[in-house]
């Protein structure tokens, strides 16, 4: 059975950095879509960044590009997304999702098949 596990997620003043991580297991294969998603209280889900584990392509909304670096260590099944210079409005519960697929729009969360318990991300000015 596939499984997420999110970890890393806590408190920090503006300007700040986290590491998050995510552990996959039950996957039997390498070729899918592995990341992160969002989402703040009243605002709906929304991509962060993702990695195709097998072409190593990596995907970033606009708000986390030059900021957010998604990473994979595929001899771990491990996924880290560093975040730095981190804003109030990147407060929000970030989930690890993955996909059975690389087809699609790697950044909607409706393609996206398994997903973590999420981790919180607080973020104080």
């Known amino acids: 059975e596939e499984q997420l596990v999110e970890s890393g997620g806590g408190s920090v003043q503006a300007g700040g950095s986290l590491k998050l991580s995510c552990t996959a297991s039950?996957?039997?294969?390498?070729?899918?879509?592995i990341g992160w998603f969002r989402q703040a209280p009243g605002k709906e889900r929304e991509g962060v960044s993702i990695?195709?584990?097998?072409?190593?392509?990596?995907y970033y909304s606009d708000f986390a590009k030059g900021r957010f670096t998604i990473t994979s260590d595929n001899t771990k099944n491990l996924v880290r997304l560093q975040m730095n210079s981190l804003k109030p409005e990147d407060t929000a519960v970030y989930y690890c999702?993955?996909?059975?697929?690389?087809?699609?729009?790697?950044?909607?969360?409706?393609?996206?098949?398994?997903w973590g318990q999420g981790t919180q991300v607080t973020v104080s000015s």
């Open positions: 039950g996957f039997g294969r390498d070729d899918y879509r």
């Open positions: 990695i195709d584990r097998s072409a190593g392509d990596t």
């Open positions: 999702a993955a996909s059975d697929t690389s087809m699609g729009h790697a950044l909607d969360h409706n393609e996206y098949d398994y």
